[in-house]
């Protein structure tokens, strides 16, 4: 008995872990706040402002194509299938070197 519980619950673990890695990032799909309402999904995670990361690093991108395209790739890592409140900044900082670079945020979502 206790054999048939270790094999069932070993096999609904790598169901569940092979259902979240197949998610890709073209898959994560970018909605305007005027799309979905509160309630209408749920919340992974606040990309790049959740830790304690942020206040030393921060990713940055050399278009903002780029950096949704890491926050999609990011978001599917989490198993999250949408991206909302995103939004791209550009910064010519200290150490931008002379070009432009660009640092990109979003809450990635789960949309039923």
Same mark, same amino acid.
């Given at each position: 008995?206790?054999? *048939?519980i &270790? &094999?069932?619950?070993a &096999?609904?673990? $790598?169901a569940?872990?092979?259902?979240?890695s197949t998610?890709? #990032?073209?898959?994560?799909?970018? /909605?305007t706040?005027?799309?979905? @309402?509160?309630?209408? /999904?749920? %919340?992974? #995670? @606040?990309l790049?402002?959740? %830790?304690? *990361?942020? *206040?030393f690093?921060?990713? %940055?991108y050399?278009?903002?194509? +780029?950096?949704?395209?890491?926050l999609? +790739?990011? &978001? $599917?890592?989490?198993?999250?299938?949408?991206?909302?409140?995103?939004?791209? /900044?550009g +910064?010519?900082?200290?150490?931008?070197?002379g070009?432009?670079?660009? %640092?990109? /945020?979003g809450?990635?979502i789960k949309?039923?």
């Amino acid at each position: 008995m206790e054999k *048939r519980i &270790a &094999a069932m619950s070993a &096999a609904i673990s $790598a169901a569940v872990l092979a259902g979240c890695s197949t998610l890709k #990032a073209e898959d994560v799909k970018v /909605y305007t706040p005027a799309q979905l @309402r509160q309630g209408e /999904y749920e %919340t992974v #995670a @606040r990309l790049w402002v959740e %830790t304690w *990361r942020p *206040r030393f690093w921060v990713p %940055t991108y050399s278009s903002p194509k +780029d950096g949704i395209e890491g926050l999609q +790739d990011k &978001a $599917a890592a989490l198993g999250a299938n949408g991206l909302i409140n995103v939004d791209c /900044y550009g +910064d010519k900082g200290l150490f931008s070197f002379g070009s432009e670079s660009f %640092t990109c /945020y979003g809450k990635a979502i789960k949309v039923p």
